[in-house]
Structure formats: C-alpha cells, structure tokens
C-alpha cells in the first residue's frame, strides 16, 4: 500500500490533492502537513513513499525542509509543488534532490502522471522544464549572474525585487532584520548592482518575478 505526506499551507490545495491521489490505485493513507516543521516531524514518525512539498511554506523555505529529509530519509522521493513558474525554482529543487517539480498552474492535470512515474522509481520532469534545462545546457559556459546565487539567496533576491522592504522579508522568512540585510549584501555584491532598483530591473528583464 501507499502512504502519501502531502505538505502545503493552503486547505484548499491540500483538499484538492488529496481527492486527485486518494483515486490512485494503492494509495491506501493520506497525511497532511501545514508547515515545513510539521512536515519534518511526520516524515521522522512515519513512512512514506512519496512526499507532496511546497516550496513557500510559512516557518521555512521549500527548498530547506527537502534538503532535512533527503539528508535524514534519502531514498523517500519527494514532489515539490509550486506557484512559481518552473524556471525560476525546479533546476535548483532537481539538485536539492527532489524527484520532480510541478506548479501548482499544471497540478491537476500532469499530477497523476508525475505520481506513478515516481512511485516507479523514475523523476518527472515536464517538457517544459525539458526544454529550459536543455536551454541550460546549451549555454552552459554563459551563466546568468542570479544562478550562482544561494537558494536563500535567489529567494531574497526575488523578494527584494518584488518590493519588499528588509523588515516585511524577515517577518515572512522568520528572519531577523539584521540577516536579510546580510542576504541583501550579499546579492548585490554577488550580482554586481548597487541597490534594490538594479535588483528589480534585472528581475523584469529574466522574468524573474510572478
């Protein structure tokens, strides 16, 4: 039988997933998770085959909560779900070690699909993911300069861009003020800007942004 963790914030895509996977033949137990911590927990108390993750959670960044359980349950394949456009976060989820990615946009569709080729041992990447990763590989000696950037790092980016202050960034991040303006530094330093309007100007320019 199969045990699915499904962790995201929102009730409703929650409720959603669970209809589209409690259909899957062997699918014989749910579990649901609001939060990166409460994810961890379940994942250390229970077994799973497969983990639905979201990238945004509320206490924690996506992104960190798939490296904790790769590095604690390497072999437990994990799905990460996504409101962000697929070339913004999956190559970096790809190499966290998740078995694929998915927006949130596509879910419902493409969701079955990317179950059963997981549950078979395989990693599911769509074609359009494909296709950006063969863009990548075609200009692997050009890097852009946000690609270098730290996981942390691009999603501070991302929000500094967006046009939130320091303050509203540490709040959401759980983060002191003090870190995201290191974070902030950090990136401009990295990317060569001198304050936050560079920032945004490239974003827009790599449709970087929602």
Same mark, same amino acid.
Request: proline share 3%; glycine share 6%.
């Given at each position: 039988?199969?045990?699915?963790?499904?962790?995201?914030?929102?009730?409703?895509?929650?409720? #959603?997933?669970?209809?589209?996977?409690?259909?899957? $033949?062997?699918?014989?137990?749910?579990?649901?998770?609001?939060? #990166?911590?409460?994810?961890?927990?379940?994942?250390?108390?229970?077994?799973?085959?497969?983990?639905?993750?979201?990238?945004?959670?509320?206490?924690?960044?996506?992104?960190?909560?798939?490296?904790?359980?790769?590095?604690?349950?390497?072999?437990?394949?994990?799905?990460?779900?996504?409101?962000? $456009?697929?070339?913004?976060?999956?190559?970096?989820?790809?190499?966290?070690?998740?078995?694929?990615?998915?927006?949130?946009?596509?879910?419902?569709?493409?969701?079955?699909?990317?179950?059963?080729?997981?549950?078979? #041992? #395989?990693?599911?990447?769509?074609?359009?993911?494909?296709?950006?990763?063969?863009?990548?590989?075609?200009?692997?000696?050009?890097?852009?300069?946000?690609?270098?950037?730290?996981?942390?790092?691009?999603?501070?980016?991302?929000?500094?861009?967006?046009?939130?202050?320091?303050?509203?960034?540490?709040?959401?991040?759980?983060?002191?003020?003090?870190?995201?303006?290191?974070?902030?530094?950090?990136?401009?330093?990295?990317?060569?800007?001198?304050?936050?309007?560079?920032?945004?100007?490239?974003?827009?320019?790599?449709?970087?942004?929602?």
């Amino acid at each position: 039988m199969i045990r699915v963790l499904i962790a995201d914030d929102h009730a409703i895509v929650r409720r #959603g997933l669970r209809q589209i996977l409690q259909d899957l $033949p062997g699918v014989d137990g749910i579990d649901e998770a609001v939060n #990166g911590q409460e994810a961890l927990s379940r994942v250390r108390k229970n077994a799973y085959d497969l983990v639905l993750l979201d990238i945004s959670m509320p206490d924690s960044s996506g992104l960190d909560v798939l490296k904790q359980i790769k590095a604690e349950r390497p072999k437990l394949p994990v799905l990460m779900l996504s409101m962000h $456009p697929e070339e913004q976060y999956a190559v970096r989820a790809l190499k966290a070690g998740a078995a694929g990615y998915l927006t949130k946009e596509t879910a419902p569709e493409q969701l079955v699909t990317a179950v059963n080729k997981i549950l078979q #041992g #395989g990693r599911y990447v769509s074609e359009v993911l494909a296709e950006h990763m063969a863009s990548q590989l075609d200009r692997a000696g050009n890097r852009l300069p946000h690609e270098d950037l730290s996981d942390r790092e691009f999603q501070i980016m991302r929000m500094l861009a967006a046009g939130k202050t320091v303050t509203e960034i540490g709040m959401e991040l759980s983060l002191s003020a003090k870190t995201v303006s290191t974070y902030r530094t950090r990136v401009l330093s990295k990317m060569g800007f001198s304050n936050n309007a560079d920032i945004t100007r490239y974003a827009i320019q790599n449709q970087l942004l929602d």
